[in-house]
Antibody, heavy 118, light 109 residues
Framework: QVQLVQSGAEVKKPGASVKVSCKAS????????ISWVRQAPGQGLEWMGW????????NYAQKLQGRVTMTTDTSTSTAYMELRSLRSDDTAVYYC???????????WGQGTLVTVSS | SYELTQPPSVSVSPGQTARITCSGD??????AYWYQQKSGQAPVLVIY???KRPSGIPERFSGSSSGTMATLTISGAQVEDEADYYC????????????FGGGTKLTVL
């Protein structure tokens, strides 16, 4: 069965970086993309960006350009999302999701809470 | 930047029809997708490509789109349908950037 398992919760200081992993299993990793979505406490969903697991092409939300990098390791079927220069308003649950060729997210990771606090 | 607009809340009694709207300038050219999120859980896809229902989603969930507005309809809403619902689409810039609506809290009581 398809599973996306994310790394554990993180606590970071303002200005630091965080790297969240998303290990995929149960399907051919390179046949799908991975999108990252975050949700601040009590707030809505925010699309952060997408990476093709086939060729590494990326697309990032404009507001995060320059601070976010998405990568994949096809040898371990793992996707990564790194966010730099963290601010308090980056505190959120970060989700990875498998994106199909028809642009929808059919499987989601369990979420990773990133807390940014001094 | 591109935005999708949803009402913050919708309330219905059990068995009634709930309609949640999503408006966006690119919706005449781009599909809408709908996700259900229950408290403390990851979102679940309930409608894709405006009106298609994934396997395992009850028939009471349906979707439509006309002009700049997409609509999620829950016919005969059940108590277990109480959740936050988000529309999702992409902008028309050619960059394929995604965007979620602000979310609608559906209350069924």
């Amino acid at each position: 069965q398809v599973q996306l398992v994310q790394s554990g919760a993180e606590v970071k200081k303002p200005g630091a970086s965080v790297k969240v992993s998303c290990k995929a299993s149960g399907y051919t990793f390179t046949s799908y993309g991975i999108s990252w979505v975050r949700q601040a406490p009590g707030q809505g969903l925010e699309w952060m960006g997408w990476i093709s697991a086939y060729n590494g092409n990326t697309n990032y939300a404009q507001k995060l350009q320059g601070r976010v990098t998405m990568t994949t390791d096809t040898s371990t079927s793992t996707a990564y999302m790194e966010l730099r220069s963290l601010r308090s308003d980056d505190t959120a649950v970060y989700y990875c999701a498998r994106e199909t060729t028809r642009d929808y997210f059919d499987y989601w990771g369990q979420g990773t809470l990133v807390t940014v606090s001094s | 930047s591109y935005e999708l607009t949803q009402p913050p809340s919708v309330s219905v009694s059990p068995g009634q029809t709930a309609r949640i709207t999503c408006s966006g300038d690119a919706l005449p050219k781009k599909y809408a997708y709908w996700y259900q999120q229950k408290s403390g859980q990851a979102p679940v896809l309930v409608i894709y490509e405006d009106s298609k229902r994934p396997s395992g989603i009850p028939e009471r969930f349906s979707g439509s789109s006309s002009g700049t507005m997409a609509t999620l309809t829950i016919s005969g809403a059940q108590v277990e349908d109480e959740a936050d619902y988000y529309c999702y689409s992409t902008d028309s810039s050619g960059n394929h950037r995604g965007v979620f609506g602000g979310g609608t809290k559906l209350t069924v009581l």
